[in-house]
């Protein structure tokens, strides 16, 4: 098992999916076990039962990803990967978009791979109608309201600290190329004749109407960590 420990807005759901496509030699969207996605967030303490049941009857290696905060226990895996990023406004500022707009990821295309992953052969699984076009979003003007990138900001560098405190060799998104077959090599020192293709992207650029005001926001955050401490004018 392999057991990736991100920072939010990381591109951990691209290099979860990457890995666990490459070290199973697979990219079959429906052998893919969504359970593996933050299980100790959204799973309940019998699903957590069954879950774990299911993966030792599995022929598959699971790959998978949490975030500090949901940490509750520690995984019987062979290894960890913690993922962060090293710009840490871009990170806040990526975490306060992704809450304004309630999306956390984005496709290249309007049809889906499910949960992210395609072969060269491009087989999409149809949209529901329960799905969302990346099209319907309006990306070119936003602004963020103050309280979300204040809570942005909390969530994102308390997740940094815990994950620092662990490690002092992570991979850092700024790193990743988001070529799967070069980032594989670079995350593990392998070289994988398979060519998989992600349907992932990163967030469009978005242009914040309060930028610079945001930017002023972080520097005081910087000065005054702790959410009490602060004094916003």
């Known amino acids: 098992m392999l057991e990736i420990i991100a920072q939010p807005r990381s591109g951990s759901t691209y290099l979860q999916?990457?890995?666990w496509a490459y070290i199973n030699e697979t990219s079959n969207p429906l052998a893919f076990d969504q359970r593996q996605?933050?299980?100790q967030k959204y799973l309940s303490d019998a699903e957590m039962m069954l879950f774990k049941e299911d993966l030792l009857k599995s022929s598959?290696?699971?790959v998978i990803k949490e975030h500090p905060r949901d940490y509750k226990s520690d995984w019987d895996s062979t290894q960890k990967i913690y993922l962060v990023r090293k710009n840490h406004f871009e990170t806040v500022l990526s975490h306060a978009i992704a809450t304004t707009l309630g999306k956390w990821s984005w496709e290249k295309r309007s049809q889906r791979s499910y949960p992210v992953y395609l072969d060269t052969e491009d087989i999409f699984k149809p949209m529901s109608e329960y799905d969302v076009d990346d099209g319907q979003y309006d990306t070119t003007t936003l602004e963020i309201k103050r309280a979300?990138?204040?809570s942005s900001y909390d969530i994102v560098m308390n997740e940094y600290k815990e994950i620092m405190?662990?490690?002092d060799?992570?991979?850092y998104y700024e790193d990743l190329t988001f070529d799967p077959q070069t980032d594989y090599k670079m995350v593990t020192g392998i070289e994988s004749?398979?060519?998989y293709e992600s349907s992932l992207q990163k967030t469009?650029?978005?242009k914040v109407t309060n930028l610079h005001e945001l930017e002023k926001l972080f520097k005081i955050f910087e000065k005054s960590p702790l959410q009490s401490e602060r004094t916003v004018v």
């Open 17 to 19: 999916t990457m890995l």
């Open 37 to 39: 996605i933050s299980p």
């Open 60 to 62: 598959l290696i699971p």
């Open 148 to 150: 979300i990138f204040n």
């Open 165 to 167: 405190k662990k490690t």
């Open 169 to 171: 060799d992570p991979i």
């Open 193 to 195: 004749p398979h060519k």
């Open 204 to 206: 469009p650029d978005v």
